[in-house]
């Protein structure tokens, strides 16, 4: 009945297809905290798929500034290019080496991990998804980053 209303809401921020992922994904995150009943009507809703699209708004304006800013720079040195090209490839080889790595943790571990630094959300969203405290959220990405710097070798 409201994802109509919530997803002709969206447009007005973000394009069709990703209002239409943001207000699916407003209504999993309310089932999965099982908090329907506490729900005051549209405008809880409203409000969850505003902050929602200011959000993708907000990681999308990171990424052209990032992009931009990368541009910029290839343009200036032309052998940028081509030294980018090769740490692409070398940054690409580095990126799998850690997937494989985090596959490799406890499942929670993975699962906070993954959430913290893949999907973007922060400790205490984690927490309430997870329902785990804070802390513990936060002693599972410590774990998680420690064992990783391990297995990589990092500092």
């Not at 297809?17 to 409203?46: H, P």
């Not at 699209?53 to 990681?59: A, G, T």
């Not at 990424?63 to 290019?81: T, Y």
Request: charged share 30%; net charge negative.
């Amino acid at each position: 009945m409201y994802a109509a209303v919530l997803t002709h809401f969206a447009y007005r921020y973000v394009p069709s297809d990703v209002a239409e992922n943001i207000v699916q994904d407003v209504f999993v995150d309310i089932w999965k905290r099982d908090c329907i009943d506490e729900i005051n009507g549209i405008s809880y809703l409203l409000s969850a798929v505003r902050n929602r699209c200011i959000n993708y708004l907000r990681n999308e304006e990171m990424r052209h500034f990032h992009n931009e800013k990368i541009i910029a720079e290839a343009q200036f040195d032309d052998s940028f290019l081509e030294d980018s090209i090769e740490q692409k490839i070398i940054e690409d080889e580095k990126m799998q080496r850690i997937y494989r790595y985090v596959d490799q943790l406890p499942e929670q571990r993975k699962k906070v991990f993954r959430m913290a630094y893949i999907n973007g959300k922060n400790n205490s969203e984690i927490a309430e998804l997870l329902q785990l405290s804070v802390s513990t959220v936060k002693h599972h990405i410590y774990l998680a980053l420690k064992t990783l710097r391990e297995q990589l070798n990092f500092f």
